[in-house]
Structures are given as C-alpha cells and as structure tokens.
C-alpha cells in the first residue's frame, strides 16, 4: 500500500496519474517516478537527470522561461537554496502518447515551500511536462508550471 502511495504521488509530480500505462507511458512513468522524492529532498542531480541539455523550463516561481539544461539546473539550485524544504501534493493527473516517442503529462498540484526562517509559501499550479525520446533516450524537452487562477 505505502508503495503504491509513493509510486502515485511521485508519478503525478512526473506529470502522471490515472490510467493503464504500457509502451512509451510506462516507460517515462518508471523515470519519472523518482523526480517526486529528488525534488523533496533536495536531490539536484537526480531531478535534473531526466531533461534534455536544450530543455525549456518554465516556473510559476520566475517571470521568464529557463532555457537549456545548465540554466534549469541553476534555476533549481537558487531555489533549493532559497527554500531548503520543499512537498508537493499532485492530483488530476493525466498522459497522452503519440508516435511512441512523444509523452505529455498534465497535473495539479500544492507547491509548499518553506524557506530559512521557517515560513511556508504554497502555490496551486498547473503543469505539463513534454518528454520525447531523443537517441533512444527519454528525455524531458519541456516543463511548464503557472499558479492556478485565484477567484475574485
């Protein structure tokens, strides 16, 4: 039970959830899955393994989009840095294949942050994530998050 609670939460951040998955989905879900807990615990290397060296990221968090593999990376150290904790909560998960190289993942999610001094931000997002199979190699080509709408 605790597994497949941990296999949902960390496919969902992946831009996964609901379905049967076989061929290109499962094989990006079992990559996908570990980017839930790297980003948790502050794991750089590992969250960043999965994106392409031309990847665009764009963050909820920054006012213009991230492009190439070593500007996401510092994107991500800043942010570690600057909020040592960090959980996410996804849900309403969702993921389409085409051609057998194209994978792309939609979600919510909570973004609670928690920075030096102990003060937690949270951030209902939206995401997709594009993942392509680049080389043989499964690779996240696109990556956007924006702040769910707040109502008037």
Same mark, same amino acid.
Request: proline content about 5%; cysteine-free.
């Given at each position: 039970? @605790?597994? *497949?609670?941990?296999? &949902?939460?960390?496919?969902?951040?992946?831009?996964?959830?609901?379905?049967?998955? /076989?061929?290109?989905?499962? $094989?990006?879900?079992? +990559?996908?899955?570990?980017?839930?807990?790297?980003?948790?615990?502050?794991? &750089?290397? /590992?969250?960043? /393994?999965?994106?392409?060296?031309?990847?665009?990221?764009? #963050?909820?968090?920054?006012?213009?989009?991230? $492009?190439? @593999? $070593?500007?996401?990376?510092?994107?991500?150290? $800043?942010?570690?840095?600057?909020?040592? @904790?960090?959980?996410?909560?996804?849900?309403? #998960? !969702? !993921?389409?294949?085409?051609? %057998?190289?194209?994978? +792309? !993942?939609?979600?919510? *999610?909570?973004?609670? &942050? !928690?920075?030096?001094?102990?003060?937690?931000?949270?951030?209902? &997002?939206? #995401? #997709?994530?594009?993942?392509?199979?680049?080389?043989?190699?499964?690779?996240?080509? %696109?990556?956007?998050?924006?702040?769910?709408?707040? /109502?008037?």
């Amino acid at each position: 039970m @605790k597994r *497949s609670i941990v296999a &949902l939460l960390a496919l969902t951040i992946g831009g996964f959830g609901g379905g049967v998955w /076989a061929g290109p989905a499962e $094989e990006v879900a079992q +990559i996908a899955a570990p980017r839930l807990q790297a980003l948790q615990d502050g794991n &750089l290397d /590992a969250y960043m /393994a999965a994106f392409a060296d031309n990847a665009v990221f764009q #963050s909820a968090l920054s006012a213009f989009r991230v $492009e190439g @593999k $070593e500007a996401i990376r510092a994107h991500f150290t $800043e942010l570690f840095g600057i909020y040592p @904790k960090r959980r996410v909560l996804p849900r309403q #998960s !969702t !993921t389409r294949v085409y051609n %057998d190289d194209l994978v +792309i !993942t939609n979600s919510y *999610s909570v973004l609670y &942050l !928690t920075n030096q001094q102990g003060q937690v931000v949270t951030y209902p &997002l939206r #995401s #997709s994530v594009v993942w392509a199979k680049i080389g043989g190699r499964w690779q996240i080509v %696109d990556q956007h998050g924006s702040r769910l709408p707040v /109502a008037p």
